[in-house]
């Protein structure tokens, strides 16, 4: 088996707003996403196995974005400080150029309680990477010192349910034991 990532250029902001706009949960605009992502490659590629897949993180019942720079970074993490957030995960794959298999993940995180320094010193540390995360941590790495409790699975937390993408390639006999 070979795998190509493959660009699908979405207008995201667009679909969530629609989505939020007519009060879908955050799990169903997960999935959503996911499935547009899968959708445009799948139309590019119809002859192959197509996995699409999405994140959002969930506070309050509203839904962040990746921090667009060190100053939404440092909002996003001052907001997640000291509370528990919700990541959703979501996988879609396309067959033929029809969805054939749906999973959203979940996890919740809690953000420990530290200081405006050591934001400011987090933020110092992990510069640019700090905006390619929803929520402005990658907790793979330094973004770990972040938490005091996390309740889910890690390849979830890092975007994409793994776990069960393998068991359905299993199925498939794409993936081998």
Known sequence: MTAEAVSAAIDEAAVKAGMLAESAPPRDVADMLAELKARRVAGRHPDRLVLGADQVLVLDGVIFDKPAD???ARAQLAALRGKKHELLSAAVIFEAGAP????V???VLT??????TFLEEYL???GALAFDS?????IEARGAQLFSHVAGDLFTIMGLPLLEVLGFLRTRGICTE
């Open 70 to 72: 060190r100053t939404a």
């Open 100 to 103: 054939v298999w749906r999973h």
């Open 105 to 107: 993940g979940r996890a």
């Open 111 to 116: 953000m420990r309680s530290f200081s405006d």
């Open 124 to 126: 110092d540390a992990e």
């Open 134 to 138: 929803v929520g402005g941590y990658r």
